[in-house]
């Protein structure tokens, strides 16, 4: 069974990724570009996003164990994220430091509000997600600019995990007849989601998993459906930002879409 990431590497990715994303940023033509993996935002709008949402996190993690996040108030005269690009890097970098920092006082374990309950609400978990949160975002600043990079292994690898078992631990029933999804990284570890009347749960397969043409029919353990790729095609497809198509693909391709389409209460 392979364990999540250790807390330090954790935060080093965070760094690291943030310089990655703090980078594409600086080379691009201008910060009104569309952003095309969130067509809603241009480049300052997904600057300002991560910003916030690492100052918000901070807060959160030093906040310590609550029923509630910190109101909004907590924020108050925070520094507006500014428009000129020098004035604006510099500020994301703040803004990232401010998260690593409270992380690294409250350590791995210290209890803090999360928006998940199944996962465990700790700073570590925190950690964990946020990790998720800038490598995505960092393949966002990279597509904009028409050079988009996998995610690094650790974090695909740990993503595809921390996905399944966070934004898809839901306890609200699966209103369709009941079904495994197996997703297999090429890099030789794999997942089962498993849905029914009782919601989603996530295990991890004990051996690397195989694309084969055995079908649920056939075999009563076999999931109606898999998906097969690199773990960044994996967490990017999680995330929307790849089409499912451009997995391999097995069994029941329907389950991709109502999957996609769930909205637990």
Do not use: N
């Amino acid at each position: 069974m392979a364990k999540t990431l250790e807390f330090p590497v954790l935060l080093r990715l965070i760094d690291e990724r943030s310089v990655a994303f703090r980078a594409a940023v600086a080379s691009a033509p201008s910060l009104d570009v569309q952003v095309p993996t969130c067509p809603e935002w241009t480049l300052f709008d997904l600057v300002q996003h991560l910003g916030g949402v690492h100052r918000r996190w901070a807060a959160t993690v030093a906040a310590g164990h609550a029923d509630a996040p910190p109101a909004e108030t907590a924020s108050e005269g925070a520094p507006a994220a500014p428009r000129e690009r020098e004035a604006l890097l510099a500020w994301s970098v703040e803004s990232t430091e401010q998260l690593l920092s409270a992380l690294r006082e409250a350590g791995p374990d210290a209890g803090c509000w999360t928006w998940w309950s199944e996962s465990p609400q700790t700073s570590g978990a925190v950690a964990r997600h946020q990790l998720q949160e800038i490598a995505v975002h960092t393949y966002d600043a990279q597509i904009t600019l028409g050079t988009p990079q996998p995610l690094p292994d650790e974090a695909a690898l740990d993503g595809v995990d921390e996905f399944l078992s966070t934004c898809c631990a839901w306890t609200s029933a699966w209103p369709h007849k009941a079904a495994a999804v197996d997703f297999h990284a090429i890099e030789g570890r794999s997942w089962r989601l498993s849905l029914s009347g009782d919601g989603a749960r996530t295990t991890r397969l004990p051996t690397p998993g195989t694309m084969s043409d055995t079908v649920a029919d056939e075999d009563p353990d076999a999931a109606a459906a898999s998906a097969r790729g690199t773990a960044s095609e994996l967490v990017l497809t999680l995330y929307d930002r790849i089409p499912v198509d451009s997995l391999q693909l097995h069994g029941d391709r329907h389950l991709f879409d109502l999957l996609q389409a769930w909205e637990p209460e």
